[in-house]
């Protein structure tokens, strides 16, 4: 085994427990915790696949700015109340079954790899060392997936539109 499989193995191996770690944890200060080991090993995996661009991306939006927003999240609301509610889950049955149907498909892909006529062949990334990999990046970004990184951004800005919006009615309502 050469180094970089065995970094690899190491990044992927904290991904998966800290992931477990994030959804097992009941303290949600602890789960935040967890997912920002979770996004800085998925960036070391970025690294070492040179895409710099994608892992410093990573590191900067998501574990500077969303998981910023998630822990004022988490400190503003009453950790307390939460905790002392009773909650009933009886979503135990769809989510056995989605979890049974992904591990089926994990099986199929692992059983029968590139064998299979309804996966697409695996090919390797293509090597055009010529241009750097943000220019790269930006161009299939603006070329060739303009449409959906336009919908997606629009889908965003109606996301954003609506919790303003129920904020607002929120503190409305609570005068």
Avoid at 78 to 101: G, M, P, Y
Avoid at 124 to 132: F, H, M, N, V, Y
């Amino acid at each position: 085994m050469t180094f970089d499989q065995i970094l690899f193995y190491c990044l992927a191996a904290i991904a998966i427990i800290s992931a477990l770690m994030v959804i097992t944890r009941r303290n949600p200060v602890h789960s935040a915790m967890f997912l920002i080991t979770t996004l800085f090993s998925v960036a070391g995996i970025y690294l070492q696949l040179h895409a710099e661009f994608l892992a410093a991306v990573q590191v900067i939006v998501y574990v500077g700015g969303i998981m910023v927003l998630f822990l004022f999240v988490i400190m503003l609301v009453n950790l307390e109340v939460v905790s002392t509610e009773r909650r009933f889950n009886k979503q135990w049955i769809i989510a056995l079954i989605a979890s049974a149907v992904l591990l089926v498909e994990f099986g199929y892909v692992i059983v029968r790899g590139g064998k299979s006529s309804l996966l697409p062949p695996v090919t390797g990334p293509a090597q055009d060392l010529t241009r750097k990999n943000s220019e790269q990046i930006g161009l299939m970004l603006y070329q060739n997936y303009m449409l959906p990184f336009e919908i997606a951004s629009l889908l965003l800005l109606v996301a954003i539109i609506g919790a303003v919006i129920l904020a607002k009615r929120r503190l409305a309502s609570d005068k």
